[in-house]
């Protein structure tokens, strides 16, 4: 029985804070955090108005990508910190509320991208009831010189400033994250900002996420009209899927499942069986040969085949268009008209920010370009013909709502994977990534490995390949390293202790080599220095194949071990280094423990992840199982700098 809207009660002063965005991918994340504390609020361009603003109880400012002192930087109105409201700045914010008041922002020789210590001052309010240090998330180039008149410096990483305040007029600055998991006592600090410096009672609760969901379906859907649905047979679109056939009927919900060709092993077969099973209808298209073979126009070129390109945009572009040329033509073939039919998709919304989509915010900086917010699907949403019932949702939520719809845990606790599918885990190049300076780089990681002691027992090098990953709240395409064992075994006799000193430098080295995005450790034979040589690779059904075995090993070690809940996502990737074995890849594999999905860390074997599973894994793919597997890589890399998937 569907429960009523919940009511919230109205108060003479609304308790509701502002969140300024001045381009941070965290925004959003800074909004659930503040909803989880039962506060309201609301996701602001920077630019707001001071009268805008006049209604909220108090301001925060979210990080960005931008310097304050440079071109670029967002706008601000100077009005706002007239208001008299309290505010909180967090990494671009504080150095906004530094910069605004007088004191100096400086771009300084170290930055930090990762987890790091810091030492706080207990007395200062956002930190009451906390440890004087605390482990937090810093993703910053630029750094505070010298505090204003009135400001107080309570927080510091070694010797740079990362916390500002000035208590008499509510006037807060932290250059680290709070609002991520990563930051162990952020949520102490946002509630001590919350309820200790702005008085707020928490009295904002939002109940029957499910009923406020099937609402929005009506009123945008109307009476009549049909709705197409995508569904990959991941968590997302399973959930929209059960959602529109709950808010609609069976009659007016057309679930389509496309097989692009990059499917896990065997997967189309258990998506038709788990969707089947809660009653919803699918049509099965097998469009492997037209996803091959398709091509789009980026920019104003044609682009493709598919299983030719290397771009990592361009095959996101040409996979978005396809499935929407595909959808058009399922919809011919069924004979529905398209002014007919909606589209709609779970899109959540990290995806949303991801994307910098303007349903977010204007400023959000470009990580990545999702398959389902393409050109086309924003000029179709322009249209209103899209439709995304989950895009206030994060992950837990939409688990959460899941399981309120009825469906099987397996199907909600099923890992997520990209609507792209393997097609972006698998990276393709034509030649070795080989920009001027690698040996400079090359140089700094072996000074490094020489500082934290472990010359004795491991190497670096630097591989001809790049990945994406997230530095400074913007995107980067970087080096990827290797570090492997000199010991004979290749790293299949390593500790727990060891992998948890891997574990530690690999947060250390893109904090110092700022070319560096992901870390990886290289099972087999020491290398050494700058490698070279990888294997051509493209999107080919027989590259495919190698991956969709690998991702099957690494799976079925999971489920063995019981971690399918344990590690929120673990994407296996195959990418074009051969180590010598012509034609041969390498696999590695990305273990990512996280909550929010926005940030995290990997999983470290002998901790989180038990070593007899990690070493099935890794014997089994170097076997002859799997043709043409050259090494095995465990990735170490935390988000960020590291994003989940490699591109």
């Not at 991918?25 to 920077?46: A, F, S, T």
């Amino acid at each position: 029985m569907s429960q009523k809207p919940t009511k919230i009660a109205k108060t003479d002063t609304v308790e509701k804070v502002a969140i300024l965005d001045a381009g941070a991918q965290y925004g959003k994340v800074i909004d659930r955090r503040v909803r989880e504390l039962n506060v309201d609020c609301e996701l602001l361009p920077l630019d707001a108005k001071p009268e805008e603003l006049t209604k909220f109880r108090a301001l925060i400012i979210s990080g960005g990508p931008q310097s304050v002192y440079g071109k670029g930087a967002p706008k601000y109105d100077p009005g706002i910190f007239a208001l008299g409201k309290p505010v909180l700045g967090v990494c671009y914010g504080m150095q906004l509320l530094n910069y605004h008041f007088g004191g100096t922002v400086e771009k300084k020789p170290k930055r930090e991208d990762g987890q790091f210590p810091v030492k706080l001052d207990v007395a200062c309010p956002l930190f009451q009831g906390i440890s004087d240090e605390s482990e937090v998330l810093l993703t910053h180039g630029d750094s505070v010189t010298a505090v204003p008149e009135g400001f107080a410096e309570v927080a510091h990483s070694g010797d740079l400033v990362v916390g500002i305040a000035d208590a008499s007029r509510g006037l807060y600055g932290v250059q680290f994250h709070p609002e991520v998991d990563l930051s162990t006592d952020g949520r102490a600090m946002l509630k001590n900002f919350l309820f200790g410096v702005c008085k707020l009672s928490g009295s904002f609760t939002v109940i029957n996420r499910e009923h406020i969901a099937i609402k929005e379906i009506h009123d945008t859907v109307g009476p009549t009209k049909k709705v197409l649905v995508l569904v990959s047979g991941g968590v997302d679109s399973s959930v929209c899927a059960a959602l529109l056939h709950k808010a609609l009927g069976p009659e007016r919900v057309i679930a389509l499942h496309v097989d692009h060709g990059f499917m896990r092993l065997d997967e189309s077969k258990k998506v038709m069986r788990a969707l089947e099973a809660i009653g919803v209808k699918v049509h099965h298209l097998d469009a492997t040969v037209d996803f091959a073979q398709a091509y789009t126009e980026v920019n104003g070129k044609k682009e493709g085949p598919l299983d030719e390109m290397v771009s990592p945009e361009i095959k996101r572009k040409i996979i978005g268009d396809t499935f929407m040329r595909v959808t058009q033509k399922m919809c011919d073939s069924l004979g529905i008209h398209a002014d007919d039919v909606f589209l709609a998709q779970g899109t959540l919304r990290p995806d949303l920010i991801e994307s910098a989509s303007k349903m977010v915010s204007g400023n959000a900086e470009c990580i990545k370009t999702h398959h389902n917010d393409t050109q086309l699907v924003r000029d179709l949403r322009d249209l209103g013909r899209i439709i995304e019932p989950l895009k206030d949702y994060h992950k837990d939520e939409v688990r959460a709502l899941g399981t309120e719809l009825g469906l099987s845990e397996e199907l909600v606790w099923r890992q997520p994977f990209p609507g792209p599918g393997l097609a972006i885990r698998l990276l393709c190049t034509s030649e070795p990534y080989a920009p001027a300076g690698r040996e400079v780089v090359q140089a700094e990681l072996d000074a490094l490995c020489e500082v934290a002691g472990l010359a004795k027992d491991f190497s670096c090098c630097l591989l001809p390949v790049r990945t994406v990953g997230v530095q400074g709240d913007g995107r980067s395409y970087a080096h990827l390293v290797g570090i492997s064992a000199k010991a004979h075994d290749g790293g299949l006799a390593l500790t727990a202790a060891d992998w948890k000193r891997l574990a530690d430098f690999a947060k250390v080295i893109p904090g110092r080599a700022h070319s560096v995005n992901r870390v990886v450790f290289l099972f087999g034979k020491e290398v050494q220095g700058l490698v070279n040589d990888v294997t051509p690779t493209t999107l080919k059904q027989e590259a495919v194949k190698k991956l969709q075995h690998a991702d099957d090993i690494v799976t079925q070690s999971l489920r063995k071990h019981d971690l399918m809940r344990k590690l929120a996502q673990v994407p296996v990737v195959l990418f074009p280094c051969p180590f010598g074995i012509p034609g041969a890849h390498s696999i590695g594999i990305r273990t990512f423990i996280t909550n929010d999905f926005m940030t995290g860390t990997p999983a470290t074997p002998g901790t989180h992840l038990p070593l007899e599973a990690l070493l099935e894994m890794v014997k089994r793919l170097q076997s002859s199982e799997v043709k043409g597997i050259a090494r095995v890589a465990y990735d170490l890399t935390p988000k960020p700098p590291g994003t989940t998937e490699w591109e």
